[in-house]
């Protein structure tokens, strides 16, 4: 019986270290952007909570913008489930349920990397996710550090 439970006890400590360390790796291969949103380093946390819009404000009183890839772009699976754990089709039901209840600004949908880019760079508090696939220069002041 003693074995049994070393046995399980090694199983369920091996998955819980499979998935904290799966969590810290949420955003690999993912870029974020952003605009004036008061800090050029965030911790992945602090990026899923504002992809989420956990807040409407960033802490230096801009207004919060999502800018997402559109829904049938190559990005949108990887960004979807990287950032919010999701489907594509689940992240549009949550987004529905969020303005719907009256809890956040629907998202802006791009379907370039550059449009996005644009986008976010003349618009202070905007906050953007995609994968840059075709390495399109993404200016410096743009670039979010993310940390674990």
């Given amino acids: 019986m003693g074995f049994k439970y070393q046995i399980t006890l090694f199983l369920v400590c091996l998955l819980v270290a499979a998935n904290v360390s799966a969590l810290g790796q949420r955003l690999t291969g993912i870029v974020v952007i952003g605009n004036d949103i008061g800090s050029k380093s965030l911790s992945e946390q602090q990026v899923i909570e504002a992809f989420k819009a ?5 802490p230096n009183g801009k207004t919060l913008s999502v800018c997402l890839p559109e829904t049938q772009s190559k990005d949108a699976p990887a960004v979807c489930k990287g950032i919010y754990g999701k ?12 303005v719907f209840q009256g809890r956040s600004r629907a998202p802006h949908f791009f379907d370039s990397d550059a449009d996005m880019i644009n986008y976010v760079s003349k618009t202070p508090g905007a906050i953007g996710a995609f994968v840059n696939e075709g390495n399109i220069s993404i200016p410096t002041e743009l670039l979010i550090q993310i940390n674990p």
């Fill in 54 to 58: 956990k807040n409407n404000f960033w």
């Fill in 87 to 98: 489907s594509v089709s689940e992240v549009q039901k949550f987004w529905l349920s969020q």
